[in-house]
């Protein structure tokens, strides 16, 4: 059962296909790791497959199957470059967005160029939540393969602008300064808060960092706070 298996190759071909696997998926960026496109989708599971190939066929030569995954990654990144950089050439690879529902109307010639049916287009639309065509004002098929809508002016939910309530500009993103019990350095400079500062709003709780496993900056510059140990009871 064990008489062709060699323990340390496989070792050696796993760990060498997850380097160079993680080395060239920092290198292909963040588009082609949140797969916004097909091509990103088809690409990052070609990768994933070379790379298991590598690492558990010993048929496959380890040397000429690294040599495949880093070209496969090199012409990924290429192809991302040209890309960005012309335009006509981002059409062919990425694919272009795609009007299906315009001014209430459903299109079905642009239906028919992205091979979508009616059924397909309700089961988009009711993923969003939207269950009848009729509350839809328009509609686009992304390349990435989701619909992006835009509800009719009387399905769309009420908002503050809508009741000529002034509303005060958010001072702050919430972000975490404490976390997991640790202070968060960066968070800290990016929000321009001093460990002094965050120290003394503690001691008016009297509480220290030691006491708390969560601090949260809030929108208006108030502090969530989450002492550690916190029990149901």
Request: no cysteine; charged share 20%; net charge neutral.
């Amino acid at each position: 059962m064990f008489g062709n298996w060699d323990f340390f190759e496989m070792i050696s071909r796993a760990t060498g296909a997850f380097v160079v696997l993680l080395i060239m998926t920092r290198f292909m960026g963040r588009k082609q790791l949140s797969q916004l496109t097909f091509f990103n989708y088809i690409t990052g599971i070609s990768m994933g497959t070379l790379a298991a190939s590598i690492a558990s066929d010993t048929n496959v030569n380890y040397k000429n199957g690294l040599t495949s995954l880093i070209w496969w990654a090199i012409l990924t990144i290429l192809a991302g470059l040209i890309s960005l950089k012309f335009q006509k050439a981002r059409v062919v690879i990425d694919g272009q967005p795609v009007i299906v529902i315009k001014e209430g109307k459903v299109l079905e010639k642009e239906m028919g160029k992205v091979r979508m049916n009616m059924d397909d287009l309700n089961m988009l639309l009711r993923e969003q939540k939207v269950f009848s065509v009729n509350d839809v004002e328009g509609a686009v098929f992304e390349a990435n393969g989701s619909l992006s809508i835009m509800l009719k002016k009387e399905q769309q939910p009420v908002t503050k602008y809508d009741q000529n309530i002034l509303s005060m500009k958010p001072k702050y993103i919430p972000t975490n300064l404490v976390s997991d019990g640790k202070v968060v350095k960066k968070n800290l400079q990016d929000t321009g808060i001093t460990l002094e500062w965050l120290t003394s709003q503690l001691q008016v709780l009297n509480l220290t960092i030691d006491d708390v496993f969560l601090v949260e900056l809030q929108e208006d510059g108030t502090l969530y706070i989450d002492k550690r140990q916190d029990s149901l009871s």
